[in-house]
């Protein structure tokens, strides 16, 4: 079982930056990627950025050279640097941590934290 905490979230300005992170517990295995996901009110749950167990990231169009993932995975962390953030990426950011194959596909995990509210005002 693994737990994941976010946190880092806020309230930000158009424009601004913002960086979150996430802590994973419990029994990680060798080799899981781990992932960033959002929602917004009345919206599906996105998949945002992926990063593999390599080193290798994977992004969303609708984020793609604006925002960062990375993670370290010695502590089990994965953090998201956001710039230029738009009123659009409002939303709750979940993080996740799941299975990214060599032809770019993530299998996601059923484990969830409680996710981070970010709220881009305009």
């Known amino acids: 079982q693994v737990q994941l905490v976010e946190s880092g979230g806020g309230l930000v300005q158009a424009g601004g930056s913002l960086r979150l992170s996430c802590a994973a517990s419990?029994?990680?295995?060798?080799?899981?990627?781990m992932a960033w996901y959002r929602q917004a009110p009345g919206k599906q749950r996105e998949l945002v950025a992926v990063?593999?167990?390599?080193?290798?990231?994977k992004y969303a169009d609708s984020v793609l050279g604006r925002f960062t993932i990375s993670r370290d995975s010695a502590k089990n962390t994965v953090a998201l640097l956001m710039n230029n953030l738009k009123s659009e990426d409002t939303g709750v950011y979940y993080c996740?941590?799941?299975?990214?194959?060599?032809?770019?596909?993530?299998?996601?995990?059923?484990?969830w934290g409680q996710g981070t509210q970010v709220t881009v005002s305009s």
């Open positions: 990063i593999s167990n390599r080193g290798m990231t």
């Open positions: 419990g029994s990680m295995r060798s080799g899981n990627a």
């Open positions: 996740n941590t799941g299975t990214s194959t060599s032809s770019g596909s993530y299998y996601s995990s059923n484990y």
